[in-house]
């Protein structure tokens, strides 16, 4: 599986109030979530990410609290892959769960600038800067975190058969 898209970058310890503000946590609608995604950090987000973006940030990214609502609020804007120095262990694993790809890579993330054209391979490891013609290696996803991820996410996986629920 592979993705193609501009770079929207954060720094460190971007945490999951910010991703999506508490206030609007009394709604499961995820166009309604998208569209108050990142609001009280970057208030032109939802008016400049186009599908296929991708997020690329610092360390810590998804600290705070363990609301799944963060992960899909990124994913339903339309982002298609974020890259970290380090991700909170609960938002990873949110994230791998609603299916949406995230990638943990230190030096992506800190060479990879704003508006930079970025393709990713899942099954490779790799991350190609094709602004700035680098290659950063990381590791492949495995085999049934890109069954998740093609599915859409864990449930729809485990319904379409394609993972078994243990």
Do not use: W
């Amino acid at each position: 599986m592979n993705v193609k898209g501009t770079v929207i970058k954060y720094g460190d310890n971007v945490d999951t109030d910010v991703i999506i503000p508490a206030r609007y946590l009394n709604t499961s609608d995820k166009k309604e979530l998208a569209s108050h995604c990142m609001e009280d950090l970057d208030k032109t987000f939802v008016t400049r990410v186009k599908p296929g973006d991708m997020m690329v940030a610092g360390n810590n990214f998804g600290c705070g609290s363990s609301r799944e609502h963060a992960p899909i609020a990124i994913k339903e804007s339309g982002i298609s892959l974020v890259i970290a120095k380090s991700f909170a262990r609960i938002f990873y694993r949110n994230a791998i769960n609603i299916g949406l790809p995230i990638i943990e890579c230190p030096d992506a993330a800190e060479d990879i600038s704003e508006g930079d054209i970025v393709e990713a391979d899942f099954e490779k490891g790799v991350i190609r800067n094709v602004t700035k013609n680098k290659e950063y290696k990381t590791m492949p996803f495995p085999a049934f975190i890109q069954q998740i991820i093609q599915a859409g996410g864990l449930v729809e996986a485990v319904n379409k058969g394609m993972i078994k629920p243990v």
